[in-house]
C-alpha cells in the first residue's frame, strides 16, 4: 500500500519552462491538496480538490493550475515557472475535506528549483 | 487573516528530557487542531490531534494541550529520545469543509 505518491522527486528548471508534477493516491480518499513549503514559511496551500471533478484555490494559487484527473489522481502544473516557484511540493489526501477527524496524509515531496 | 504560529522557531533539548513546542492561533472558531512531525526529506505525518471540546489529549509519549481562552496548543514530548529530532507544526480547522491551515513549524534538534 503506496499512499500517497509523488512525481518526480527533484527538478531543474529554467525560468519559463512548463511542467507538471504527478500525484496518485491509493487510498480512495476523495480530497486532495497541494501544499508547498519554503524555508520559515511552514506549509502553504495552493490548491485542493474537495472531490472529484472540482478544484479550489488556497492561500497561494497564482502561477499555478491543477486537474483532478480522476479520483486518484492530482495534478499541478506550472505554466511559466519564476525562480519565486522555487520550493519543496506537497501533495497530500484526505477521506473527505477536512474537518474534525480528518488526517491529511502527505507525499515524499518534489523539490523544484527554477533557474 | 493571520495563520497559525509557533512561537519559537528552534528548540534544543538533551535525550531524556521533556520537550515543550507552543502554538498560538488566531480563530477563536477553530475547531480542530493537529500536531505533524516531519523528519528531513519527508513528508509530514500525523502525531496527534485534539478537538475544541477538549483541553488535553494523550498519546504514546506525546500530549497535546489546548487553551481556548487563550488561543494556544501546545506539544509535550516526555523523554525525548534523538528519533524526535524533527520539523513539527501545527495545523488548525479554521471551518468546517475547508482545508487545514499550518504554522510555520518548530525544529526539534536532541543532542545525546
Known amino acids: 500500500n503506496a499512499g500517497v505518491t509523488q512525481t518526480p522527486k527533484f527538478q531543474v528548471l529554467k525560468t519559463g519552462q512548463s511542467m507538471t508534477l504527478q500525484c496518485a493516491q491509493d487510498m480512495n480518499h476523495n480530497s486532495m491538496y497541494w501544499y508547498r513549503q519554503d524555508p520559515g514559511m511552514g506549509l502553504r496551500l495552493i490548491y485542493y480538490s474537495a472531490s472529484e471533478g472540482t478544484t479550489d484555490k488556497g492561500e497561494v494559487p497564482n502561477g499555478y493550475n491543477v486537474s483532478r484527473l480522476n479520483k486518484r489522481e492530482f495534478s499541478l502544473r506550472l505554466e511559466s515557472a519564476a525562480p519565486s516557484q522555487t520550493s519543496v511540493y506537497f501533495c497530500?489526501?484526505?477521506?473527505?475535506?477536512?474537518?474534525?477527524?480528518?488526517?491529511?496524509?502527505f507525499g515524499s515531496g518534489t523539490q523544484l528549483s527554477v533557474l | 487573516g493571520e495563520s497559525v504560529g509557533l512561537h519559537l522557531p528552534t528548540l534544543s533539548v538533551q535525550e531524556g528530557d521533556n520537550s515543550i513546542i507552543n502554538c498560538a492561533y488566531s480563530?477563536?472558531?477553530?475547531?480542530?487542531f493537529i500536531w505533524y512531525k516531519q523528519e528531513s526529506g519527508k513528508g509530514p505525518q500525523f502525531i496527534i490531534d485534539?478537538?475544541?471540546?477538549?483541553d488535553k489529549r494523550q498519546g504514546q509519549r506525546v500530549t497535546v494541550l489546548l487553551n481556548k481562552t487563550v488561543k494556544h496548543l501546545s506539544l509535550q514530548i516526555a523523554a525525548t529520545q534523538p528519533g524526535d529530532s524533527a520539523v513539527y507544526f501545527c495545523a488548525e480547522n479554521r471551518q468546517a469543509g475547508t482545508a487545514l491551515i499550518f504554522g510555520k513549524g518548530t525544529t526539534l534538534s536532541v543532542s545525546s
Open positions: 485534539i478537538r475544541s471540546n477538549m
Open positions: 480563530n477563536s472558531a477553530s475547531d480542530y
Open positions: 497530500a489526501s484526505t477521506r473527505r475535506l477536512t474537518g474534525i477527524g480528518e488526517k491529511l496524509f
